[in-house]
């Protein structure tokens, strides 16, 4: 196991009727920004709780962030904080309204010219506004985090960054919130979720037992409820092991002493940059092509997956590799996510090239945990995914 310094400093309210307890992690002299996505949380009853919780302070409302959130839009929630004076962010929402506040923090604080500019590997944030957030699609793990990953439609780029000061102060999740999603995105969390896991366990052997059964127990987690919360979202207990698994799958612990991967993440990015793509799918379209392209160096991760996580039992490693990839397509296509680009957009023709060129522009030339998937590997990575 490598070595490392963990630290989560973000507190978790976990079960019903939990907002109304975010006011004792809430400064009493906060002036909020409340920032939220479409109409759901006026139809689900979360707006109601807010507006109670926030009764108590000054704020102003910012809603309209959707999932893959414009930059454009976001500065606009940044203009606001500064033309009214807030010092705080209370996100409501799911992935992309909890990214959107961590680099609304940020850019409240940003002393240049252009806040774009933070997106770069290079820059390190020096000052962001405190937040907390309230989790109503659990999927992304954002709520425990201190990444974010911003689009900007203009430019069809979509960039990560990341930083200590961007974890969240306190995190409410209400498992209730389930029972009003559509299952696409129910779906999509799943996915997501169960990709962040191989993205940080799917790498080489490095005798790190008990973060691999961590990772195997989430992974366990997700196949075993998948089907189940779709047909029965308002299950509690499944709802509970659903929403909890979509945390830890990103909440920092089980990337702890292990090399981490990423690259199905950076290729995802880019077709949802492009083609506005659910993230969950993109990952879902990238990840079986991305281990059949890695297969030698990955083989024996991949091995233990099935055996561990499928009980793939009998063959040899190379056929239990192979098994772990095909179980895995087959649980995506078992939910209903397609795992061909062409199944998303009839403009895929080029796609390969483009992306391979701009990893090429922006010096990414080595992607994965030994950073040797080139820009020419990702050129033949998203052409087998067509």
């Avoid at 949380?41 to 102003?60: C, H, P, R, W």
Wanted: with cysteine; proline share 3%; hydrophobic share 40%.
């Amino acid at each position: 196991m490598k070595n490392f310094i963990y630290k989560n400093p973000t507190k978790i309210l976990f079960g019903k009727a939990m907002i109304a307890k975010l006011s004792n992690e809430i400064p009493s002299d906060a002036r909020i920004l409340l920032v939220y996505g479409g109409g759901s949380i006026k139809t689900n009853g979360i707006y109601n709780q807010v507006m109670d919780l926030l009764s108590a302070y000054y704020f102003e409302e910012f809603s309209g962030v959707k999932a893959n959130h414009e930059y454009e839009l976001l500065l606009k929630a940044v203009e606001l904080i500064k033309e009214k004076q807030l010092n705080y962010i209370l996100a409501v929402g799911g992935g992309s309204v909890i990214d959107a506040c961590k680099f609304i923090a940020a850019a409240a604080k940003y002393k240049g010219d252009n806040p774009w500019d933070m997106m770069s590997i290079r820059y390190v944030v020096k000052e962001a506004l405190a937040f907390s957030t309230i989790v109503t699609l659990p999927a992304t793990g954002s709520e425990m985090n201190s990444g974010a990953v911003i689009s900007y439609r203009a430019i069809k780029e979509k960039r990560s960054f990341k930083s200590e000061l961007l974890f969240p102060q306190a995190s409410v999740l209400d498992p209730t919130v389930v029972s009003s999603l559509p299952v696409r995105q129910i779906v999509n969390g799943i996915v997501d979720a169960f990709n962040h896991v191989f993205e940080q366990y799917m790498t080489e052997r490095e005798g790190t037992i008990l973060q691999d059964y961590f990772a195997e127990s989430i992974l366990h987690t997700l196949k075993a409820i998948g089907k189940d919360i779709i047909k029965d979202p308002s299950n509690y207990d499944l709802a509970s092991d659903f929403m909890w698994s979509c945390t830890m799958a990103l909440n920092g612990l089980i990337a702890q002493g292990v090399p981490t991967d990423w690259g199905i993440h950076a290729i995802g990015h880019e077709l949802t940059a492009l083609f506005q793509i659910d993230h969950a799918r993109t990952l879902a379209i990238i990840g079986p092509r991305y281990y059949e392209h890695n297969f030698e160096f990955k083989k024996q991760k991949l091995a233990q997956y099935a055996e561990r996580v499928w009980n793939v039992q009998e063959g040899d490693l190379e056929y239990k590799a192979k098994q772990a990839i095909v179980m895995t397509e087959n649980f995506y296509h078992s939910l209903g996510i397609s795992t061909k680009l062409s199944d998303y957009t009839s403009e895929y023709e080029g796609t390969a090239e483009l992306i391979a060129e701009r990893f090429t522009k922006r010096g990414w030339l080595g992607l994965g945990e030994k950073q040797n998937v080139s820009p020419d590997d990702v050129k033949e990575i998203i052409l087998k995914s067509y």
